[in-house]
RNA sequence: GCCUUGGUAGCUCAGUCGGUAGAGCAGAGGACUGAAAAUCCUCGUGUCGGCAGUUCGAUUCUGUCCUAAGGCA
């Protein structure tokens, strides 16, 4: 018997955050995040986090549980994530995952089956200095000697994915070009996966408008704020959009005007990477949130939702 | 009214010593299996302001008109 789940997904700033506050409030349910940056302390502004105000009393998971200066991800968020599904359905309640970020919910409902070799930092910068010292090209030779299928599939250019590969060949002694599991098509969960989307234009109208808020709202008092406190600017959370052209500003190396202006593009940019995500994800119900009111859309969620599980 | 400098892709501009043009940005599509709000790949035909002239041929030269900015009155 699997385990039920509801999923919230969309591009940013589309209004999953409010829908799902909703559902959860009318199902008397709980919340998952199922978002990279909403869990971290201290970075709340740029992300759009929902303030406990906001949260209107509904428990929500996986937001504001890593320190600044933490690592995270993918593996752990699929754990931690399967667990709270597990106690909440524990607990007779559906639970809802609600988030943007592609490949941890696409890894969670599908089960992606992921190497097993840590990231190793400092193998990472050793790599990192080698192409600096030889070139890209260099490295990517290297993988091409050791998992030339790997190499093949990757280019030179996205070094991220070829020290990785690396990484787990010889830290681990795997390929990440070696088979994974073939998850037979089905999903982990019993799940009703909604999707939401609106008109590209609005969309982007949305992000634009989202942003100067948030630079009303002191985005950059609460970078500096981080940077006090010793944060360092290389970290994770700080390579965020928001963060890393705030922190670029406050160094000088451009206006804050000119800032915002990156911050809104790369906020648009992510919001067209999410959408091909999605578009790989055939088993979402998509709502267009353009054509009706927040009250249809709650009641049109709700209705599907129950003839899904049978609910009120 | 006169002078100067512009008018080239949605925007900012480059360029063609005359053979119908190209970058950045914007925008679009895609990849992604332990950093993912990260990382990476692909995609550029537009009366080259209008009209006329010279020319085999003009966006490129000439004239004229329109238009923008600046200067002089």
């Not at 890209?136 to 030179?156: F, G, I, S």
């Not at 790369?266 to 999605?278: D, I, M, V």
Request: glycine share 8%; net charge neutral.
């Amino acid at each position: 018997m699997k385990e039920k789940l509801i999923v919230i997904l969309g591009p940013t700033a589309v209004g999953k955050t409010d829908l799902s506050i909703k559902l959860a409030q009318s199902l008397q349910s709980e919340i998952i995040s199922g978002d990279s940056m909403l869990l971290y302390r201290g970075f709340d502004i740029g992300t759009a986090k929902p303030g406990t105000g906001e949260q209107a009393g509904i428990m929500h998971h996986m937001i504001d549980i890593l320190e600044p200066e933490e690592e995270f991800s993918v593996t752990r968020f699929k754990a931690m994530a399967a667990e709270h599904i597990k106690a909440i359905n524990a607990a007779g309640k559906i639970p809802i995952l609600a988030g943007g970020t592609g490949l941890y919910i696409k890894s969670l409902l599908e089960d992606y089956c992921f190497n097993a070799t840590k990231g190793d930092e400092q193998y990472r910068a050793q790599l990192e200095q080698l192409a600096a010292e030889r070139g890209r090209e260099h490295v990517h030779t290297m993988l091409a000697a050791v998992d030339p299928e790997a190499a093949a599939r990757l280019h030179v250019n996205d070094f991220r994915r070829v020290i990785r590969a690396l990484e787990v060949y010889h830290m681990g002694g795997e390929k990440i070009s070696q088979e994974k599991n073939a998850p037979a098509g089905e999903l982990v969960y019993n799940t009703y996966v909604i999707g939401l989307n609106r008109e590209r234009t609005h969309l982007y109208a949305r992000i634009n408008e989202r942003v100067d808020k948030m630079f009303a709202d002191g985005l950059v008092e609460e970078v500096k704020a981080l940077l006090a406190r010793g944060l360092d600017r290389s970290c994770q959370a700080m390579q965020g959009i928001g963060y890393k052209e705030v922190v670029a500003a406050l160094e000088g190396t451009m206006t804050m005007e000119r800032a915002r202006e990156c911050i809104k593009q790369s906020t648009r940019h992510f919001a067209k990477r999410q959408l091909t995500w999605y578009r790989k994800m055939p088993y979402i119900h998509w709502y267009d949130v353009e054509t009706c009111t927040p009250q249809d859309l709650l009641a049109a969620v709700s209705k599907d939702i129950a003839g899904k599980f049978g609910t009120k």
